[in-house]
């Protein structure tokens, strides 16, 4: 691939720059949205996102992949307005994002009729808009590889080779589920370096990471900021350590932010929960601690710019 679909349309790979690989915009439940509006401000999501992703812009960043999907309210017409309004390349994704059941129309219905619906999502547009989709997202906890789970995870790979997009994963590195997504993609004859498994970064464990790169997987440490499975101290250790190991050419660095949250409101609970989160804590503190120990500017270019690109085109 040499060109990737944004929401404002398609551009080539060379041109997106420094990328957070791994971010939202807005994440939320739908069933509470579609039953209870009142809980919302649109207006006021709107606002929050593109406050952050302002931010972000000052400080260099060209391009944000945003891996909602079905399951956290995915909406591609909120992402065009903050991209068109920001003047910021964002790609969505498309994908289920299940811990275990699914949808009834998904669990009725075969692996083909579900890869189907994420190559329209690729192919065509999504939610009956034009907006297309640029890159694949499944995921699996501590819950493990469930029947749902595992459907979701072959339908990728499936929606991977009808269209030649990467996948990218979440992954509880506590219970090595992205082993066990990899052994199920090459299982499907996925090429394992168009998948990047994420939130590697949730452990210190330099043995499971170096499992899954040796696989030839990307990883994302793609967490900074959230405190609750290990400490920015730690992260940054492990970052550190995989750097001076020869792994630069297969990590991305981001933060999993959320601009808005069902999990945090209001905004003041996030904040007190993770005070440092957000769409530039990487650029403001991490980066600059990282070189203190030892990570150079190349080191960086080559995890903010060069991986994605390698990623999309391998």
Same mark, same amino acid.
């Given at each position: 691939?040499?060109?990737?679909? *944004?929401?404002?349309?398609?551009?080539?790979?060379?041109?997106?720059?420094?990328?957070?690989?791994?971010?939202?915009?807005?994440?939320? &439940?739908?069933?509470? #949205?579609?039953?209870?509006?009142?809980?919302?401000? %649109?207006?006021?999501?709107?606002?929050?996102?593109?406050?952050?992703?302002?931010?972000?812009?000052?400080?260099?960043?060209?391009?944000?992949?945003?891996?909602? !999907?079905?399951?956290?309210?995915? &909406?591609?017409?909120?992402?065009?307005?903050?991209?068109?309004?920001? =003047?910021?390349?964002?790609?969505?994704?498309?994908? +289920?994002?299940?811990?275990?059941?699914? @949808?009834?129309?998904?669990?009725?219905?075969?692996?083909?009729?579900?890869?189907?619906?994420?190559?329209?999502?690729? =192919? #065509?547009?999504?939610?009956?808009?034009?907006?297309?989709?640029?890159?694949?997202?499944?995921?699996?906890?501590?819950?493990? +590889?469930?029947?749902? !789970?595992?459907?979701?995870?072959?339908?990728?790979?499936?929606?991977? %080779?009808?269209?030649?997009?990467?996948?990218?994963?979440?992954?509880?590195?506590?219970?090595?589920?992205?082993l066990k997504q990899l052994a199920i993609f090459k299982e499907e004859g996925v090429s394992l370096n168009k998948v990047l498994i994420g939130h590697c970064?949730?452990?210190?464990?330099?043995?499971? +990471?170096?499992?899954?790169?040796?696989?030839?997987?990307? +990883?994302?440490?793609?967490?900074?900021?959230? *405190?609750?499975?290990?400490?920015?101290?730690?992260?940054?250790?492990? !970052?550190i350590a995989l750097v001076k190991k020869g792994y630069a050419n297969r990590m991305f660095l981001s933060q999993d932010y959320c601009c808005t949250t &069902?999990?945090?409101? @209001?905004?003041?609970?996030?904040?007190?929960?993770? @005070? &440092?989160?957000?769409?530039?804590?990487?650029? =403001?503190?991490?980066? @600059?601690?990282?070189?203190?120990?030892?990570?150079?500017?190349?080191?960086?270019?080559?995890?903010? !710019?060069?991986?994605?690109?390698?990623?999309?085109?391998?």
């Open positions: 691939m040499n060109t990737i679909q *944004t929401v404002n349309g398609e551009m080539h790979v060379e041109d997106l720059g420094c990328t957070l690989i791994h971010e939202h915009l807005r994440t939320r &439940d739908e069933r509470v #949205v579609k039953q209870f509006p009142h809980l919302y401000d %649109h207006e006021e999501e709107v606002a929050l996102a593109m406050a952050q992703v302002k931010a972000a812009k000052e400080r260099g960043v060209r391009t944000i992949f945003d891996p909602s !999907v079905l399951g956290l309210d995915r &909406d591609v017409r909120f992402m065009q307005r903050v991209a068109k309004e920001t =003047d910021m390349n964002i790609v969505a994704a498309t994908g +289920i994002f299940t811990f275990n059941d699914l @949808p009834t129309r998904f669990a009725f219905n075969d692996i083909e009729f579900m890869a189907n619906q994420f190559v329209r999502d690729l =192919d #065509v547009g999504v939610q009956n808009s034009s907006i297309r989709a640029g890159f694949l997202k499944c995921a699996t906890d501590i819950q493990g +590889i469930t029947p749902g !789970v595992e459907k979701v995870i072959r339908g990728v790979a499936r929606a991977h %080779h009808k269209t030649g997009v990467p996948i990218m994963t979440h992954s509880h590195p506590a219970s090595e589920t992205g970064g949730d452990t210190d464990n330099l043995d499971y +990471i170096e499992r899954v790169l040796d696989t030839g997987a990307f +990883i994302g440490m793609d967490r900074y900021g959230l *405190t609750h499975t290990l400490s920015t101290e730690k992260r940054n250790d492990t !970052v &069902d999990a945090h409101k @209001p905004e003041e609970s996030k904040r007190a929960t993770y @005070p &440092d989160w957000s769409m530039t804590f990487l650029l =403001d503190k991490i980066l @600059p601690t990282l070189k203190e120990h030892g990570v150079s500017d190349e080191h960086i270019h080559r995890m903010m !710019v060069e991986n994605v690109k390698d990623w999309l085109s391998n």
